[in-house]
Every structure is written in C-alpha cells, then in structure tokens.
C-alpha cells in the first residue's frame, strides 16, 4: 500500500504562483511514476504531469506546458508541482499519483494509488 497526501493548495491571483506537494508513505520503494492530476467542477479529470522515478523524464499537459514543473526528491518520498503564471482555468482540485509499472502514463486509470486531492483556486 502506498498513501499519498497533497498540501500547498491555496487561493492565488492570476499570474500568482504556488507550490504543490505530495508525500509518500508505505511501500515507496515500489513507486515509479508520480503523476499530477487536476478535476475542475463539472469537468473531467485530466492529466497534468508525470515524472520518471528517477526524475530524468517528465511529460506534460499542453495546457500547462511552459508555466508548471514537476519535479521529485526520491530521498523525502516527495514529488512536487511548482505552478506558475496561474490563470483562472487553472481552478481545480489537484491530485497526485503513483503509478507502479514503469514508462511514464497520462491516463489515470495507469495510477493505482491517490491522495486526497488538494484545491487550487485562481482569482481574476
């Protein structure tokens, strides 16, 4: 089992900046990919970006290419979203994931354990 928790959501004006996290317990030395997810109300949920577990490949959204990083430090179960230039789109519950098969997925059904989500709100 692997237990994921979100924190560093918040509410940010547009063109702000915020930093996610996401810590892991359990059996972390089985995890692979980390993935960020997002869920706005009344839509799906959709990928953002995922990171290789040695941090050495990252894929991301077109939507937030250019403006989020993710990044990982292996030696505190962390992986992180650093999100900037917000916009108002970028409203949404973000959530991160493990995916235990190695090759980096943007299809969230690949990830087998989830946090709790943490909310992101952007202000105009």
């Known amino acids: 089992q692997v237990q994921l928790v979100e924190s560093g959501g918040g509410l940010v004006q547009a063109g702000g900046s915020l930093r996610l996290s996401c810590a892991a317990s359990?059996?972390?030395?089985?995890?692979?990919?980390m993935g960020w997810f997002r869920q706005a109300p009344g839509k799906e949920r959709e990928f953002i970006a995922a990171?290789?577990?040695?941090?050495?490949?990252?894929n991301y959204a077109d939507a937030v290419k250019g403006r989020f990083t993710i990044s990982r430090d292996n030696a505190k179960d962390t992986v992180y979203l650093q999100m900037n230039s917000l916009k108002p789109d970028d409203t949404a519950i973000y959530y991160c994931?493990?995916?235990?098969?190695?090759?980096?997925?943007?299809?969230?059904?690949?990830?087998?354990?989830w946090g709790q989500g943490t909310q992101v709100t952007v202000s105009s």
């Open positions: 994931a493990t995916d235990l098969q190695p090759g980096i997925s943007w299809i969230g059904s690949d990830y087998e354990y």
């Open positions: 359990g059996r972390t030395f089985m995890m692979y990919v």
């Open positions: 990171i290789s577990w040695s941090g050495g490949n990252t």
